[in-house]
């Protein structure tokens, strides 16, 4: 998929079908107008909050609605098993593979000696 998301950002929409060009399959979403892109594990349906001129692009803000994610990603309750997707990332014009668990929020609590470590609360 790297390729294709990298084609998908060189190019405007706005005058090109995307789904059509890079032979994507649009499948239709439940709470948001644009389709899905079944090739994807995950899509996630957004709510437009503001859209913002930055240079010559649209800066699109908004607010998460709903997941699609495959159902050989989740487990028996439902949550997603980040290590069966190939996901990417991509971070100072280079795309990067991720997917490796590092470890749990907040255990860092465990590493303080006596508990001791100082915290904004």
């Known amino acids: 998929m790297v390729e294709i998301v ?3 950002g060189i190019v405007s929409g706005r005058k090109l079908d995307k789904f059509a060009k890079f032979q994507l399959t ?3 979403a439940e709470k ?4 899905l892109i079944a090739e ?3 899509n996630i349906g957004c709510r437009v909050l503001e ?3 930055v240079g010559d692009h649209d800066l699109f803000l908004g607010e998460a609605v709903v997941e699609h994610v495959v159902e050989e990603a989740l487990d028996e309750h ?3 098993l980040v290590d ?3 996901l990417l990332c991509y971070m100072h014009s280079e795309y990067w593979s991720c997917g490796r668990k590092l470890s749990r929020h907040g255990f860092s609590r465990k590493l303080a ?3 001791s470590m100082q915290t904004d609360e």
């Open 113 to 115: 000696p006596n508990n």
């Open 26 to 28: 649009p499948v239709p």
């Open 40 to 42: 994807c594990p995950i």
């Open 78 to 80: 439902g949550r997603i």
């Open 6 to 8: 990298d084609r998908c």
């Open 51 to 53: 859209i913002q001129e």
């Open 32 to 35: 948001v107008r644009p389709p």
């Open 84 to 86: 069966k997707l190939d």
